[in-house]
């Protein structure tokens, strides 16, 4: 009796045994882990540009530069630059171009106007000078100030012109040309004609040259009639004096007569 219980007992170890193995084998074998493939890197971002810095150190573009800060056109610019893919070209005048604007005055403009017309002075996107060749063969072209506020450019031999109605000045140097943004010299400020209306005085003419004095030369034909324009003037003075003296002559041949007549007798 007790073999038979051991013998059962066994045999139900061994069934169970036999099952484990048997649902080992037929298990699927472990995934094997894949390591993630690496991502890229970004690219670096581009290095920010601070228009205040370039302007500040790069001429003498101080006027410019206080319109900018003072109208927060400069936060527009900087957007511009450095938030957009197409970039700003910017157009500077130098100090003394505001110092010889003459008419007409900033005074009277309002603040919007004054905004438009610093605006007005940027393209919103990165050129260089090579550019404006193909560019000069558009017409007019929109600033940053927008609807009617357009330049017209002409490109001559490398040089840029610029011709805003009111204003016609030319590129003399380029402060910085480097994607994003580009800054230009320019001698005059830009005045549009949206602010300043169509009437443009002419441009008044150059004054003429001044005529040196120069003092006759002594055988020039001026001296010349002079001097025999004075010589008819002398005639006179020199006939007289001859006539005194032969009037002496005479007087004193009839006294040396007379003085012999009277010691002849």
Not at 21 to 42: E, F, H, I, L, W
Not at 61 to 85: C, G, R
Not at 97 to 107: C, E, N, Q, T
Not at 219 to 242: L, M, R, V
């Amino acid at each position: 009796m007790e073999f038979s219980k051991i013998f059962t007992i066994c045999f139900s170890v061994l069934l169970l045994c036999s099952s484990l193995a048997y649902g080992q084998a037929r298990s699927p074998p472990a995934p094997v882990a894949m390591s993630p493939t690496p991502t890229p890197a970004p690219a670096p971002a581009p290095p920010y540009v601070n228009l205040t810095y370039l302007l500040s150190v790069a001429g003498p573009f101080h006027t410019f530069l206080d319109y900018l800060e003072s109208t927060k056109v400069i936060d527009t610019f900087q957007n511009q630059a450095n938030n957009t893919d197409q970039g700003i070209t910017v157009f500077v005048p130098k100090d003394s171009a505001f110092k010889d604007l003459r008419k007409p005055s900033f005074s009277n403009l309002s603040d919007d106007q004054l905004k438009s017309l610093i605006l007005y002075h940027a393209l919103p996107r990165f050129y260089t000078l090579a550019d404006f060749n193909e560019l000069s063969t558009k017409g007019s072209i929109s600033t940053l100030a927008g609807g009617e506020y357009t330049l017209n450019f002409t490109y001559d031999s490398g040089t840029v012109h610029l011709d805003s109605g009111w204003s016609k000045t030319k590129v003399t140097s380029a402060v910085h040309s480097t994607d994003p943004i580009a800054i230009y010299q320019v001698d005059k400020v830009l005045l549009p004609e949206a602010i300043f209306g169509t009437d443009i005085p002419p441009t008044p003419a150059p004054s003429p040259a001044p005529v040196p004095d120069v003092s006759p030369a002594a055988d020039s034909p001026s001296a010349e009639s002079k001097e025999s324009g004075s010589s008819p003037k002398s005639a006179p003075s020199t006939s007289s004096s001859n006539s005194i003296m032969n009037l002496c002559i005479w007087r004193q041949l009839v006294l040396a007569v007379s003085a012999g007549v009277v010691l002849f007798f």
